[in-house]
């Protein structure tokens, strides 16, 4: 942080600025005049917070990609059938048991099997070649998607919230004052705001026990020089298992996420290994703040495109994408190795 | 590499050779002759069906997949935009020639609306590998995927260039020296005259000194650099000439189909094109066409037979995606690999000294 802003006194200017207006934007009531360029604030309130939680979205999903990318350099094309099998799991277990969050727990011991099943039959094969695991990964992505048109059909499926989380909410945000001088409060689906923070917690449990834990250490070693860290005596097979079980668990809670405030679909699947690619590339392959940043940027680029231009909103991201290419190869927060 | 060990026909010894010396008649292997001539006679024995939506349609797909066989197999950047770009010809042949949505088309003649299709196409490959080549391996797959779905989404929304989501459909081929190229047998030939110069073009810039610069920078950029090679304009180069045989084939592709929608090129179709060349094999320039053969008529014929054995025809891209994983996983050098392997158990008795391999050593293509 320090270093960043010794580095680069012209950008931290600008990102401090930004993060004024932002907060400024979002508590301040607006002038009319700001009302005439930018629309109500309602819908700029709504964009930024549905922005952030589909952000929150994206980074479940692309923290396990680039988890597994960082560690074992393995290239799982087939992150996104494991979001889109986790949300129809989840959406059969909720809706023959009730329990929504039983889902959460079914989904992520299955899926998390599943991620197993692929590290020991198809990864461990062929470590190292990269390109045989795309094409490996490509093939079961197909056979998955098929075999989940099948059995689930083409229609479209949404896990119920729960009753104790429907319902918006009502936010401490002026969205506009009534000619009576009463305020107008922002209202948000509760649902969202849990997942926002569920995710946000989730991320930081990563992050700490990443940094602060013994396996945590492993891993971190296991990045940077795997070859050493087998040498030392850890078994390092064992520790690839692991984070493929946990990054394919995440992936299928995140289907859960996903089904419950959006919908299930099939092509769903290649929507989020898409948008889990372009987070990783412009966050920074194999680093977890990394997706935290590039999902954040990504799912506010959506939101505010489909509102401030809906005809292109699609194509911002990828714009992202190729600017962020152009002058940072390595992702925002990469490193070059 | 197979094809650079054949030194009959590659100037490699030093001497200088005009670029013609090693095409001599008696020079070329047995093989070529006997499928070249299986091509020729094609039309005598099957049914325009078959000529026209068979082999003229994997005729153009293995001309795309040989653009990916092209940049994967001797640059080893495996590029999924290859359709994209064939989509982009085939939409500039429509948006500048003549199309049913005369509202867009300008109508030009086709001697001015092909250049200029072939012309932006290629940039527009050029462009997308420039990007792509900041990084390697893993990474150009991903940056390409994502490009390709760019494309797709893009030519989805746009409708005041792309018309959205139906695209641009009645773009026929011109009448020229009074044969209608739509009919099968033209068309047919016509494809196969285009693949015929894809090929041998592809072989022949494999073994040119820029193809084993090219190859030299996949097997390892970094002692290329130190040569003195500049690594980054080589694979750019490359992108050229794959992106100029993407967009023939693109052009090709709109005169079968009439028409030219985002769905050509969406994610399924740049996909399909990397299986294509995976099945048929990345290190020979033959394989692009053996694999589109075989997905052509897996495409077509699937049906019949998922019927046949008792599911339901909808199950084709399960079919596919076995067939695929099944070669990817055992044989991951395609179906040519598998064959190579066989004919190697054949007739190799002593591996010290190779010399049972030697005496076919010609017939490799």
């Known amino acids: 942080m320090k270093d960043f802003m010794a580095r680069n006194p012209f950008w931290t200017l ?33 964009a930024l917070f549905n922005g952030v939680t589909l952000g929150a979205l994206y980074f ?23 979001y889109l099998l986790g949300g129809y799991i989840g959406y059969d277990v909720a809706n023959t048991t009730g329990w929504w969050l039983l889902s959460f727990i079914v989904v992520f011991v299955v899926v ?43 229609d479209f499926y949404q896990i119920l919230t729960p009753d104790w989380l429907s319902g918006p909410i009502q936010l401490p945000i002026v969205t506009a004052v009534k000619s009576s001088g009463e305020a107008v409060f922002l209202k948000y689906p509760f649902v969202r705001l849990v997942i926002l923070v569920a995710s946000i917690v989730i991320g930081f449990a990563m992050w700490l026990s990443l940094n602060k834990t013994r396996v945590g250490m492993l891993i971190r070693a296991g ?34 996420v996903g089904g419950t405030f959006q919908s299930l679909a099939p092509g769903e699947d290649t929507r989020f290994l898409l948008a889990s690619l372009v987070v990783v590339i412009v966050g920074g392959m194999g680093s977890i703040p990394g997706a935290a940043l590039g999902a954040l940027l990504i799912g506010l680029a959506e939101q505010f495109g489909s509102v401030y231009m809906p005809t292109y909103a699609v194509v911002l991201t990828f714009l992202i994408m190729v600017v962020v290419l152009a002058f940072r190869p390595q992702g925002l927060l990469g490193e070059r190795r | 590499m197979a094809v650079t060990e054949d030194t009959g026909t590659a100037p490699i010894n030093g001497k200088p050779q005009s670029w013609w010396s ?22 005598v024995l099957v049914g325009p069906f078959m000529l026209f939506q068979v082999f003229g ?12 066989m092209f940049l994967g197999g001797y640059g080893g950047m495996v590029s999924l935009v290859q359709m994209s770009v064939a989509a982009s010809a085939a939409y500039m042949l429509a948006i500048f020639g003549e199309s049913a949505i005369t509202q867009i088309s300008l109508g030009w003649p086709w001697w001015v609306a092909i250049p200029i299709a072939l012309i932006i196409a290629t940039a527009f ?10 990084t390697e391996g893993i990474y150009t797959i991903m940056i390409t995927l994502a490009i390709a779905s760019a494309f797709f989404y893009f030519t989805r929304q746009n409708y005041v ?45 494999s073994r040119a000194p820029f193809g084993l610069a090219l190859q030299g920078v996949r097997d390892n950029a970094r002692r290329m650099e130190a040569l003195g090679y500049n690594v980054t304009a080589h694979r750019i180069a490359a992108y050229v000439l794959a992106s100029f045989i993407a967009a023939v084939a693109g052009i090709l592709l709109v005169w079968l189909n009439g028409q030219v929608s985002p769905g050509t090129a969406g994610i399924g179709p740049a996909i399909d094109i990397l299986i294509i060349a995976v099945i048929g094999g990345l290190a020979r320039p033959v394989g692009p066409f053996i694999g589109a053969i075989i997905y052509v008529l897996l495409r077509t014929f699937a049906l019949d037979f998922m019927v046949s054995i008792g599911l339901s025809g909808e199950r084709f891209q399960l079919l596919v995606g076995v067939v695929f994983l099944a070669i990817v996983f055992w044989s991951p050098d395609g179906i040519l690999g598998l064959w190579e392997r066989w004919r190697n158990r054949m007739n190799s008795t002593d591996r010290l000294t190779g010399k049972a391999r030697d005496n076919d050593g010609g017939s490799e293509v």
């Open chain 1, 60 to 82: 479940l999903v692309a923290s396990g990609f680039t988890l597994i990318f960082g560690l074992m350099k393995n290239v799982n094309l087939a992150h996104g059938s494991l």
């Open chain 2, 22 to 43: 090693g095409l001599s008649l008696a020079s070329v292997p047995t093989p070529y002759w006997f499928v070249g001539a299986i091509l020729l006679l094609l039309p």
């Open chain 2, 125 to 134: 490959g050029t462009l997308t590998g420039a990007l792509a080549v900041r």
């Open chain 1, 14 to 46: 600008i990102i401090v600025l930004a993060v004024c207006f932002l907060i400024w934007a979002i508590f301040a009531p607006w002038p009319p005049g700001f009302v005439d360029t930018f629309g109500r604030k309602k819908i700029f309130l709504n």
């Open chain 1, 223 to 256: 990045v940077d020089d795997r070859d050493m860290l087998s040498a030392t005596g850890v078994r390092i097979q064992r520790v690839f298992v692991l984070v493929f079980a946990f990054g394919a668990g995440l992936a299928g809670v995140a289907g859960v």
């Open chain 2, 57 to 68: 349609w994997a005729l153009i797909l293995g001309m795309i997949a040989l653009s990916l």
């Open chain 1, 112 to 154: 998390g099997a599943m991620g197993v099943l692929l590290q020991v039959l198809v990864f461990q094969r062929m470590e190292g070649q990269d390109l045989r695991q795309t094409l490996v990964t490509i093939g079961i992505s197909i056979v998955v998607a098929d075999l989940m048109l099948w059995y689930w059909g083409g």
């Open chain 2, 161 to 205: 260039l792309f018309n959205g989501f139906s695209g641009f459909n009645g773009v026929t081929p011109p009448e020229l020296f009074g044969v209608d190229w739509r009919q099968p047998t033209p068309f047919y030939y016509l494809t196969l005259f285009w693949a015929a110069v894809a090929y041998l073009s592809v072989l022949y810039v």
